[in-house]
C-alpha cells in the first residue's frame, strides 16, 4: 500500500466514525509513521479517536489489504488526566498528539492538548517518577545480571532492550520531553535532552548494539551507574530498604 493509499483509508476511518458518532467525537486523526509522510508500503496505520460522552466508538485492530490498521480510543477525561497527572504513558500520548494529523473534529483541540500536557510543574514530574522508579529499568538490569550468571545470552539482547525503553520513559519525566519515533529513532531523539546519564549517547546506541554477554553486562552497568548519579544530582529519591521492617507496606 503506498502513502497517498494508505492516507485515503484513514480519511475514509474517520469520516465513517464522523457519521456513525457525531459529535461524541472530539478530534480524530492519523499518527505514526503514515502522518509523518515516511511510510513504506508494509507499514502499519494508526489512527486516534478522543472521544466526549457515552457511546462512542470502541477500540480495534484489524488487517486491511495484509497491512495492520489500529484505531485508539481515548475518552477526553482519561486523556486530559494523563496530560495533567504525568506517568508512564505521558510521554507516549504527548508523542502521539505531536504529530497527529486530525482529519475530523476540532483539529485546534490537538495543540491545545500538547500545551496542556507541558503545564504540570517539575515538581509533579519529579514525584511521579519517583513513584515508577522501583519499576523501571532496575528490574530489567536485573534480569540482564541474572542471564550473566545464568549464561543466558538468548534473553539478555531482550532485556537490554528493556532497559533501554523503560529509561527512556523516566528520561522523558525526569525533562518533561518526549519523542515521536519508536525504537531507535526514539533513542536517537532523546539524545537531544538536556539531562541524561553520563555517556548516554555513546552508552545506549552501543548497548542497543551488543549481542555477546560481557558486553552487554558492562555496556549496562556502565548505563545504569549514570542513571543512579543522574538521579540523585536531580535529587530525586529512589529508596532502597535494607531492612524488611523499614518497607512501608500501608
Not at 467525537?25 to 496505520?45: C, H, K, N, P, Q
Not at 509533579?124 to 543466558?152: Q, T
Not at 548497548?207 to 545504569?224: F, Q
Amino acid at each position: 500500500m503506498d502513502h497517498p493509499t494508505r492516507v485515503q483509508l484513514a480519511r475514509d476511518i474517520a469520516a465513517r466514525l464522523a457519521a456513525a458518532y457525531g459529535e461524541r467525537i472530539v478530534v480524530g486523526g492519523v499518527y505514526g509513521s503514515t502522518a509523518r509522510g515516511d511510510d513504506t508500503e508494509w507499514s502499519d496505520l494508526d489512527l486516534l479517536v478522543v472521544t466526549q460522552g457515552a457511546g462512542g466508538p470502541a477500540g480495534r485492530s484489524f488487517l486491511f489489504q495484509g497491512i495492520a490498521v489500529g484505531v485508539s480510543v481515548l475518552d477526553r477525561a482519561e486523556l486530559e488526566r494523563t496530560l495533567t497527572s504525568p506517568g508512564p504513558r505521558w510521554p507516549f500520548w504527548m508523542g502521539v498528539l505531536d504529530v497527529l494529523q486530525p482529519l475530523v473534529g476540532d483539529r485546534a483541540q490537538v495543540r491545545r492538548w500538547v500545551e496542556l500536557g507541558q503545564t504540570p510543574e517539575e515538581q509533579i514530574f519529579h514525584a511521579a517518577l519517583e513513584a515508577e522508579l522501583p519499576g523501571l529499568v532496575f528490574e530489567s538490569y536485573g534480569r540482564i545480571r541474572s542471564c550473566a550468571a545464568r549464561g543466558n545470552l538468548h534473553d539478555a539482547p531482550i532485556a537490554a532492550f528493556e532497559v533501554l525503553a523503560e529509561m527512556q520513559t523516566a528520561l522523558c519525566l525526569l525533562n518533561r520531553r518526549w519523542v515521536t519515533r519508536d525504537y531507535y529513532g526514539g533513542l536517537e531523539q532523546a539524545f537531544g535532552f538536556p539531562l541524561l546519564p553520563d555517556g548516554y549517547a555513546r552508552l545506549a546506541p552501543q548497548l542497543w548494539a551488543a549481542r555477546e554477554l560481557p558486553e552487554i553486562v558492562t555496556t549496562a552497568g556502565a548505563l545504569v551507574a549514570g542513571y543512579w548519579r543522574l538521579l540523585a544530582t536531580c535529587g530525586l529519591n529512589v529508596p532502597n530498604y535494607q531492612r524488611a521492617e523499614d518497607i512501608p507496606l500501608g
